[in-house]
């Protein structure tokens, strides 16, 4: 890459509010992660886009460097249609496990790179990592044979994949330069292109337990997301979810890795399974295994009922390292020392109108089962199970949840977070719908 | 320093338009000269600042912070007022190379430390070092011990001063963060308060030669400059004055010290000696040693008549190391090898309309006499000597300057962009004043 040009002089065409070209924005981008554009400067081009923003053709020229500053895993030597889902993260979102077998279950091939929990969001690779045994580091040999034989394989993000979004999104973090449109939507589909997908579908939230507080922000990013895909000829489809209460009644490690097997085996919460339901949808029709949402549904349930999406799950449990007795006996995962049922008070009668997910988040780092900062270890025993949701009705002593904890001393304030989350109203709430939006 | 809280804290802060504390600026400063504060979360909340602005009351902090991160020298026990001018720089401005020596023979102490030239910009320093011998680095022992014995010293920053300045300002450098007014301003002033000056005269340039460009910035960045000043307890006055073709009639080193020496010796070009009296008049009236610019100006003509002005000159060139013989005999200075006329051409008639002080800065560059980058050596014997002003007379073979060059090969590139800089029109153009506004 010659220098035609200094780094601070792209940092002042954005700074000043220019448009940069596509010569520019790959000076940046393989610039970070060659070394040759300093972190310094690096930061400095940030808040600038993070003050003056990107075009979405500035948005897919900075998805297309930091994808091809690093190597792109080539499946189409795979057979069928290989379809992946992103959620922007929340508190108590499994759903990735559920979805991943289900789909391959209905004979999509699902290339899953996922995260890590940071602040009060899990993250996949944590939740996986709760399965005595199992591998979310794999070559991408181990990767691909998996992918064919199983349909789905869950790993974390190798170093080769999008080494420029690497350095940026740590550089982001500290910068303060993270809630940026252009550069999240980069940042996610840069990685997603990289796995060798064929489309993509988006869980994007927002709320009050979401990275987006507004719906308005989560339809912003979802719009560029689903841009960036027309542009790279990968169809992209985007689900605008709420995430003001935790998905599900189970949230930390242990507990969420439960309620999903919970889920394949057909006993999953409605909230969750009607989420995950159209996640799959519309992974079937974007990978030409179903042709609307009604036919996918049917797939779906149909998986879940005759146990073929179960067993996928217990296929990529062994081949992945993970013990598949977990499956049949839930005591071989990492299991609490002490169990605390949070109870209403005597006083207490009508409806729960709020259970705030974030502090649930909260309540779970209080048990020792989040991570403040990305070198934190995290108990995955801990958590939240039986939690109670919005709409249901409460009286005296009603169990609100249950926590599952290794130290009483961390019950008393992961108690008082609880209790802060949930609210109680004298008459029935009225419900919002989980899923609000499709974008395509 | 405790870090309660993390630097991301600060840049967010900033960021969405929030005035940061004195703890909080105090941490970012500090920091920065320790190294707590990373460059590239330096850059980025530089960036922000750009972005958001501070107030006068952040910007006094941030001076403060600056100036403590290192070394003050203490002048008290040195009688006499210490008094100092900042300029904003230009092109041709050689006036601390006169206005040093005559505050000093009107009896003030001149503590001052410039820079060096960047761009089309000169620096003091580099014109002194046309003299040879003469050394811009001493210690502050010596420092003070000529500004004791003589009345004034013309030094470099030394390490000690302002590092956490030093830091910012060359990282604002290389990140698109330079021309932000409370960052200027408390850059500058930090080096100035630093000094130990009792009060600070400022030349606050506008133009096209200028830094600022426009008038109503320049009026910002001087009303931030004297406020930092009352806050500080040390007054500070600036002039607001125009640099659209360059100071006097040379620009370059050598050429602007024959100059400067012409013009203690009585032989000033106007415009040149307007400005010089203008500033070491306000000087005197800070320092105590005129009641008005009408006594002061009376003192200042007598000093340069009575050779008292230029006998310090010769004074400070032995006190630091210079061949003082340079007054009488120019020729000691580094000389050129070939001389060029520009000339008007065969059908000019009419007067000069303009002489654009940025393309001559260019064509200084263009000889060799100019730093693109601050590693670049600089060929102290080139540059521009006969200049032609604003509003004097053309016509067929006029000379509109005599270039001094060391390789013919420069010649055309210096002298093309000479001839792209002066235009002529028909009618004397009406002059704008050199000085346009006083701000106390």
């Known amino acids: 890459m010659s220098a035609t040009f200094f780094p601070q002089d792209i940092i002042i065409k954005k700074r000043d509010g220019g448009v940069l070209s596509k010569v520019e924005i790959d000076f940046f981008a393989h610039g970070v992660a ?121 790993i974390g993000q190798t170093p080769q994949i999008a080494p420029a979004d690497r350095k940026l999104y740590s550089l982001r973090d500290v910068t303060g330069t993270v809630e940026c449109i252009p550069l999240i939507c980069a940042s996610i589909m840069s990685k997603k292109l990289a796995e060798g997908i064929d489309s993509l579908v988006l869980d994007v939230k927002f709320g009050r337990g979401a990275f987006m507080k507004s719906k308005e922000r989560a339809l912003e990013l979802a719009r560029a997301m689903v841009a960036i895909g027309q542009v790279s000829g990968k169809p992209v489809r985007a689900l605008l979810t709420t995430m003001n209460q935790p998905l599900g009644r189970a949230a930390g490690h242990t507990t969420e890795v439960i309620e999903a097997i919970e889920c394949l085996k057909g006993r999953g919460p409605a909230d969750l399974m009607e989420l995950t339901y159209a996640l799959t949808g519309h992974m079937l029709i974007l990978g030409g295994a179903a042709k609307d949402e009604a036919s996918a549904r049917r797939q779906l349930e149909a998986a879940i009922a005759n146990g073929s999406a179960l067993e996928k799950f217990r296929q990529m449990c062994v081949a992945q390292g993970g013990d598949p007795r977990v499956i049949d006996d839930y005591k071989i995962l990492p299991t609490a020392k002490l169990f605390t049922e949070v109870r209403a008070p005597a006083d207490a009668k009508g409806f729960v109108s709020e259970v705030d997910a974030l502090k649930c988040g909260h309540a779970i780092m209080a048990l020792g089962g989040g991570r403040a900062a990305v070198t934190d270890q995290i108990d995955h025993a801990v958590g939240i199970a039986d939690l109670i949701k919005i709409g249901e009705p409460v009286g005296a002593g009603t169990r609100l949840c249950t926590l599952h904890l290794n130290d009483h001393a961390q019950s008393f304030r992961a108690e008082a977070l609880i209790r802060d989350a949930i609210q109680f109203t004298p008459t029935a709430p009225t419900l919002e719908p989980l899923i609000q939006d499709l974008i395509q």
């Open 34 to 154: 060659e070394g040759t554009f300093k972190s310094y400067q690096a930061s400095a081009l940030l808040m600038a886009i993070f003050w003056r923003g990107m075009t979405p053709q500035e948005t897919a020229w900075l998805t297309d460097a930091m994808l091809h500053s690093g190597e792109i895993i080539d499946l189409r030597d795979i057979p069928g249609a290989k379809v992946d889902k992103h959620s922007t993260g929340g508190v108590g979102d499994k759903v990735s496990l559920i979805l991943a077998p289900l789909a391959a279950a209905c004979g999509l091939k699902v290339p899953m790179m996922s995260g890590r929990g940071l602040g009060h969001t899990g993250g996949t690779l944590d939740k996986l990592e709760a399965i005595p045994g199992f591998r979310v580091t794999l070559s991408v040999a181990e990767f691909r044979a998996i992918l064919q034989q199983v349909g789905a394989a869950m």
